[in-house]
C-alpha cells in the first residue's frame, strides 16, 4: 500500500480547535502593545512559533522583553482557557485509532510550548496514542523542517518514511523541505492555500486512514 512506517501530527488546527482561542489571547497582548493584529494577520502567523510570529508582525526580530511577554502571558492565559474552550477536531480519533490500528508509530510536532502540548494531549484524552511529543517553540519555526526532522528521529523512522498532518502552509512547506509525504487539513486556511500537500481534505472526518495511505502513494 505504502511504504509510510510512521505519522507525525501538528497540534493547533490539526487535533486540537485553538485558532480563536489563539487568535483572542494574541490580540489581548498585542492590544496592548499598540500592535496592530486583525484576524487577517493571524492567518499569515498561525503555524509558526512565537519568535517567528513576531518577526513577521513587526517586520523585524521582536525584543527580548516582548518574546518574553507574550511566551509568558499569552501563553499562560491560553492554557488556562483550554479546558472550557478546546475541543478535538472531527474525524481526530478515527485517524488515530486507525493508524495504531496499522502498528505505525505516532509523535505531536508542533511549534508550540510544551506546557501547551502536553496540556492539550492531557485535556483531550491523546496523550495513549503518542510515542513522543517534540515542541518546536525553541527551534527554527516552520516552514523550516526542524521539528518534523527531531520528531522523525524520536519515532526512529527515516523522513521520506514519515507522514505529516498539517493545517498551515507554513507546516505544509516545512514537511516538502524535509521530504516527508503530508496531507493539508482545511481547518485553519483555505484549501487552495495547502496545494503543496500530497493530499488535501476538508475535515478528517469521514475518511478512513488506508484510503489517506494509498493517495499518498500515488
Excluded at 493545517?167 to 523541505?177: E, H, L, N, T, V
Excluded at 487539513?185 to 472526518?205: F, I, M, R, S, Y
Aim: hydrophobic content about 45%; charged content about 25%.
Amino acid at each position: 500500500m505504502t511504504n509510510i512506517a510512521a505519522v507525525l501530527w501538528d497540534m493547533d488546527g490539526v487535533l486540537a480547535d485553538t485558532g480563536l482561542l489563539h487568535y483572542e489571547t494574541w490580540k489581548l497582548v498585542l492590544d496592548e502593545q499598540g500592535i496592530p493584529f486583525d484576524m487577517e494577520t493571524f492567518g499569515r502567523i498561525f503555524g509558526r512559533n512565537n519568535a517567528s510570529s513576531l518577526e513577521a508582525l513587526l517586520g523585524h526580530p521582536p525584543s527580548e522583553e516582548l518574546l518574553r511577554l507574550v511566551d509568558k502571558v499569552k501563553e499562560e492565559t491560553f492554557r488556562q482557557l483550554v479546558p472550557q474552550r478546546v475541543r478535538r477536531l472531527p474525524g481526530v480519533i478515527d485517524w488515530l485509532e486507525g493508524f495504531q490500528r496499522l502498528d505505525l508509530p505516532q509523535a505531536v510536532a508542533s511549534s508550540a510550548p510544551m506546557e501547551n502540548i502536553d496540556l492539550l494531549v492531557d485535556v483531550l484524552g491523546m496523550r495513549a496514542y503518542f510515542a513522543h511529543l517534540v515542541s518546536g517553540h525553541a527551534m527554527p519555526s516552520k516552514p523550516d523542517p526542524a521539528v518534523f526532522l527531531e520528531a522523525a528521529r524520536r519515532v526512529g523512522v527515516e523522513a521520506g518514511r514519515c507522514l505529516v498532518i498539517e493545517d498551515s502552509p507554513a507546516g505544509i512547506g516545512a514537511a516538502g523541505r524535509a521530504g516527508l509525504r503530508c496531507v493539508g487539513v482545511a481547518t485553519t486556511h483555505e484549501a487552495g492555500k495547502l496545494g503543496e500537500a500530497d493530499v488535501v481534505l476538508p475535515t478528517l472526518e469521514g475518511v478512513g486512514v488506508e484510503e489517506v495511505l494509498r493517495e499518498v502513494a500515488r
